[in-house]
């Protein structure tokens, strides 16, 4: 189960290198720096977008844990 988690995370990992995470200002700003900065500039959307869903998923394994132990009791 524990191998699951780690191959999901390197998934969602390898996934955000691609995505093309910028919304219509964005783009227009990324295409006036030029490649490289733009490139920058898309890794940091991505990052502000994931962390929000790393807390919640940490927040809901943690709760599922907990109930799934208070069952087995």
Same mark, same amino acid.
């Given at each position: 189960m524990k191998w699951l988690g780690y191959a999901f995370i390197l998934l969602v990992l390898l +996934?955000?290198?691609?995505?093309?995470?910028?919304c219509s200002m964005c783009t227009k700003t990324a295409a006036q720096l030029g490649e490289k900065p733009a490139k920058g500039m898309n890794a940091g959307i991505v990052y502000? +977008?994931?962390t929000p869903?790393?807390?919640?998923?940490?927040?809901?394994?943690?709760?599922w844990r907990n109930r799934r132990n208070e069952n087995q009791v």
């Open positions: +996934m955000s290198a691609e995505a093309a995470a910028q502000l +977008m994931l869903f790393i807390i919640v998923g940490y927040i809901g394994i943690r709760w």
